[in-house]
């Protein structure tokens, strides 16, 4: 099951090294370190790197992003203080919508000369988790008739009067009924009933996305995003169906859950009724041929637009997505490699390599949406500004020409010849000087058995010499100390760097055990993935 979808939803810097670990607070967005994110490891990579870089569309990429460029300059740089994110993404739309893209390849330079790829995932593996959405399309009528008898709910006035409040107070205000009490009459007789639909599940999984299109009785569409929610917790069927041996943990889909539910109405009603959270709808008007509207504010893009957790990222960053995926059959079939631009988000989208890919409307798009829970590889897109130099751009030091001395003469002239003469009269001289013997590091073991030969000193300097010898002999016991105090001061370090490394496993476990607590989940619209 996709994730469940919100629109009109409430909308990091890396470090030096290869692979930054880091174990930050939830912070959204800190000032000093916009990229850096909680449980999260990063690595600089070149575009060569990317496999399937080359062969996208880059084209078809830029169209999405001046989408989100447009929304992202009708503020400012400073608008957003403390997300230098959103102000370097600024900067670089005002270089985007300057530019208009005609030759082959012009796309593609532009990502490449104005971002720095990064790749980024949940800390202790190499990959990231995604699925898929859509907007369903259904019938429907505006007034309750025989066969027409479950209804979409705008919010309830006590929904709207929370928004004045704090964050936590709203949330109270909205979690009244549950989704057994609305089924069973909560809401009725409010006039709150926008349309009224003949199929229950259908009705479940338009909770689910988060928007519709209604094909009414009178030929017109109606359309329909996300509005507002009860506040109460989303249940996972899929867990359910996976948990009591129903449906096999591989072959979970959302085609799956409908059959199961359309096979057994009595249980299949149950279950829904497991899941209290409930969405409320508002009518958007939008026309037939426009995508419905994303947590930026604009229309997304079958197949380039993505939701990601808002908490995280910042909507108009680009990420290319590598992953196998099924788009053609029920397993596994094709390598979908393409550049995603960030424009929505959702309850259930949470950490930094997690994204729910949007592939558009009807039912097409519907069956290839809800067999997506698969592993993914994430490369983030960085402005350069607010990333290091790659080490393979950083400029190297202009080597000597083979022909010349370091004072800038020719080799083979005759100065060279002369002054490799005098530097060679003055090695000479320092050569004659007294100077302690040196025993080459390379002696042969037969040279060991030989005593070494040494000039006979002066008596004078001979007396001198036993007398230091004597004068600097150290007592016997003074080395020992001081190698037990710095076996003690090494043991003391390596308990250090043990317990640190301690830490670092227990982080790594922590986020290991995250991951693969919502790769074990239906993943939901709104809420956390089943």
Excluded at 7 to 29: D, E, F, M, N
Excluded at 66 to 77: D, E, H
Excluded at 336 to 359: H, S
Aim: hydrophobic letters at 35%; proline letters at 8%; glycine letters at 6%.
């Amino acid at each position: 099951m996709t994730p469940v979808r919100w629109p009109h939803r409430k909308s990091a810097w890396i470090g030096v090294a290869a692979l930054l670990l880091s174990a930050a607070s939830a912070t959204p967005v800190l000032a000093r370190n916009p990229l850096k994110l909680p449980d999260t490891q990063y690595e600089p990579i070149t575009w060569a790197m990317i496999e399937g870089w080359a062969d996208d569309d880059h084209d078809s990429a830029f169209a999405t992003y001046i989408n989100s460029c447009k929304a992202i300059l009708q503020g400012t740089p400073d608008s957003r203080p403390g997300q230098p994110m959103y102000g370097a993404l600024f900067r670089v739309c005002q270089k985007a919508v300057a530019i208009n893209p005609q030759k082959p390849g012009e796309a593609r330079a532009f990502f490449e000369q104005n971002f720095r790829p990064v790749r980024i995932s949940p800390l202790g593996t190499p990959d990231g988790f995604v699925t898929g959405y859509y907007e369903p399309i259904v019938d429907g009528m505006r007034e309750q008739a025989d066969g027409y008898d479950n209804p979409l709910y705008r919010k309830p006035a006590s929904v709207s009067a929370g928004r004045s409040k704090k964050k936590k107070n709203r949330r109270q205000s909205l979690a009244g009924y549950d989704r057994a009490a609305i089924d069973d009459g909560a809401l009725a007789g409010r006039n709150l009933e926008i349309c009224w639909l003949k199929d229950p599940i259908d009705s479940f999984f338009i909770h689910i996305q988060g928007s519709v299109r209604v094909q009414l009785d009178d030929g017109r569409l109606m359309r329909l995003n996300y509005a507002a929610a009860n506040g109460k917790p989303y249940y996972a069927v899929g867990r359910w169906l996976i948990d009591k041996g129903i449906i096999d943990k591989e072959e979970m889909s959302m085609d799956r859950i409908r059959e199961w539910m359309e096979r057994n109405p009595g249980e299949g009603r149950e279950l829904r009724r497991r899941n209290k959270s409930y969405v409320f709808f508002r009518e958007t008007h939008l026309p037939s041929n426009q995508e419905p509207i994303g947590a930026q504010g604009i229309s997304l893009t079958p197949g380039r637009s993505i939701a990601v957790d808002h908490k995280l990222h910042t909507y108009g960053t680009p990420f290319f997505i590598s992953a196998y995926l099924p788009i053609e059959s029920l397993k596994p079939d094709i390598w979908f490699r393409r550049l995603m631009i960030a424009q929505d988000t959702g309850g259930a989208i949470v950490g930094p390599a997690r994204a729910d890919l949007y592939f558009g409307a009807g039912d097409e798009a519907a069956s290839i949406a809800g067999r997506l829970r698969h592993d993914g590889r994430f490369v983030m897109l960085a402005p350069k500004e607010l990333v290091p130099a790659a080490d393979d751009e950083t400029p190297l030091p202009r080597s000597r020409p083979p022909d010349l001395t370091s004072d800038g003469i020719a080799a083979d002239s005759p100065e060279a010849a002369a002054a490799a003469k005098e530097l060679a009269a003055k090695d000479d001289a320092k050569s004659e000087k007294p100077a302690k013997a040196v025993k080459s590091a390379k002696v042969t073991e037969k040279d060991d058995k030989k005593p070494a030969k040494t000039e006979k000193p002066a008596k004078k300097t001979e007396k001198k010499t036993e007398k230091k010898a004597a004068d600097e002999k150290p007592p016997a016991k003074k080395p020992a100390k001081k190698a037990d105090a710095t076996a003690d001061k090494t043991g003391k370090v390596a308990e250090k760097k043990s317990g640190k490394g301690a830490e670092d496993k227990k982080a790594a476990a922590k986020s290991k055990s995250n991951s693969d607590k919502s790769k074990t989940q239906t993943t939901s619209r709104h809420e956390p993935p089943t």
